[in-house]
Each structure stands twice: as C-alpha cells, then as structure tokens.
C-alpha cells in the first residue's frame, strides 16, 4: 500500500520540549500541554514528551493521579551518561512510564569512540530494553562523533543510534550556519546514521522566525535536505541550497509525496526514511509549526 507523504512525514515528528527555553513552562503546565496535544485532534504528529534525567521524579505524582490512565507517557530523557543507571531504576519503578530515548552529550575532551563503547556498556546494564540512543553534535567533531556512530550500528539491546543536531537556541550565536547544517545531513547519511534535530525549528521554512539577528531554520528544508541526501544523493554544496531557500514555491508535501523544485521523494521512500534513518526534532512548542503547516496549506 502507498503511504500518504504527508503521515509519513509528520507523523510523531515533534517530541514536546515545554520544560526547555524559550517555553521553560514548569512541569505541571507543561504535562497539560502535552497531553491536551496528546486527544487533540493533531495527535499523529507528536512524538514524547522531553525530560531531563533530574527531574523524573517529579513525575511520579502526575503519573499516580494527574495523568490519564490506560496510556504510557512516552519519554526522551536528556540526560549525562552518570545518571543512566537513576535512569532505569525510574524506569523500573514507574509503570506508567515508558522510556523511548536517551539523548546524550559527547563530552569535551574525550575520545568519541571510547566515550560511546562505554556509553553503550552502561546502557547494556542498564536493561531498558532496545531504548533509543542520540548523541548531541558539535562544531568540530561532528565527522568523528558519526564514525564512531557508524561503526556501532545494530548493537544488541540498543534501539535506534544516532546523532542529533542542535539547530537554534535562544541566542543567535546557537544557530548554525546552513553550510553546517547541511555538511552534517550528507555526513550523517555517508556514515548510515540516523540523524534527529533539535531547538529553532519553530517554522516550516527559514526565515518565518529569528533569533536576534539570525534566521531560525526551516523543519521542511531540514527535512527536505535529508530525504534528498537519501534519494537524491546529494552533497553539502547542493543541500546548503536546499536549507537556505525561503521559497514556500520551492517546497511540496502531497499525498504522492515530498518535492524540492524539480526533486521529488516518493510517499513509500519517505516512510522509510523517516522509520529508519530520520527522527523527529525536539520542540517548546507544538501547535506553533503547525499553524505555520496550515498557512501553507500544507496540512488542513
């Protein structure tokens, strides 16, 4: 059967970040967010709801009492390799909840691959059963941080592995160049790694937002970039332009499929890009792109 480009696409693609700037909505206020979202009627596109490891605690009681029953609060866990094992005794004592992802950062000054063998010993340990792993990038070793990602797909007990991309913040000095934007999509895609993103994609296309002086990046030209890496198999110079366009013209999303000017990307290629080698991105705010998707006319 032929998947509708559009649920291929969007769907689950926006794990909820209110307790994160811009938003920093306490937890309370941001648990009725997420699950006003969660029996709205745009469900399919949210993905889990974002934590740091710190305050998991916190949860129990909205768990007990607060949240709705019947269905698990789905959780990508910002956390530091240390806290891991606090991690999964959470995990094991919250029914409740269930723990999807770990997102981690490489430290300075350590060696990617050494840092992420014992990353994966301590998850292995920890027994949370097949979780999701994404390592932060940075400016520098990106390259590094990917071959050491490479070279460990398909370990046992281990869900996705993969690399994520910050790309904004609330200062403009957070919001990487389209030229390192797009040097990691074609990187993350030679080394046949699955790439997520994280911070500033408020909007569909770059430029409908700024932080100070810089253009906030658009989700469509991020993920436009990815799929026409996979696909099309195209290199940094041609994706930057890609990331770069503020055309709404240039872009399509359809039931056949997703199209960058006279680049298409077939409905059933995009569902399997999206379940296999592109996640969805983290975001303070959910109903934001989506309004941004319907002034398009993207979504109705």
């Known amino acids: 059967m032929t998947a509708d480009a559009r649920a291929a696409l969007f769907g689950g693609l926006i794990d909820y970040a209110g307790l994160f700037p811009p938003a920093d909505l306490d937890l309370g206020e941001a648990l009725v967010t997420y699950d006003g979202h969660l029996h709205g009627p745009d469900s399919a596109l ?6 740091p490891a710190a305050r998991l605690e916190e949860l129990r009681p909205w768990l007990a009492g607060t949240w709705r029953p019947g269905r698990p609060l789905r959780l990508a866990v910002v956390t530091a390799l240390g806290n891991v094992g606090a991690v999964a005794d959470f995990a094991a004592s919250a029914p409740a909840a269930r723990i999807e992802a770990l997102d981690l950062s490489l430290p300075r000054d350590v060696s990617p691959a050494v ?41 046992p007990g281990v869900g996705r592995l993969g690399a994520k991309l910050r790309c904004g913040g609330v200062a403009s000095d957070q919001v990487p160049p389209v030229e390192r934007v797009a040097a990691v999509v074609a ?25 100070g002086h810089a253009p906030m990046h658009g989700f469509l030209n991020v993920y436009g970039a990815a799929l026409l890496a996979h696909d099309h198999g195209l290199e940094a110079a041609d994706l930057t332009n890609v990331v770069a366009d503020t055309e709404p013209a240039s872009f399509r999303v359809d039931r056949d499929g997703f199209a960058w000017r006279d680049r ?37």
């Open 187 to 211: 990187a993350a895609r030679d080394a046949a790694v699955p790439l997520k993103f994280t911070a500033g994609l408020h909007h569909p296309l770059r430029g409908m937002g700024a932080t």
């Open 46 to 51: 949210l993905g889990r709801f974002v934590a």
């Open 264 to 300: 298409f990307v077939a409905a059933d290629r995009v569902a399997a890009l999206r379940s296999g080698l592109i996640g969805g991105y983290g975001s303070c705010s959910f109903a934001e792109p989506l309004a941004d998707l319907r002034s398009l006319a993207i979504l109705t």
């Open 115 to 155: 840092w992420l063998d014992g990353v994966l010993a301590v998850v292995a340990q920890a027994r949370l059963g097949g979780v999701e792993i994404h390592v932060e990038l940075s400016p520098g070793r990106d390259r590094d941080l990917l071959a050491a990602l490479g070279g460990r797909q398909g370990r």
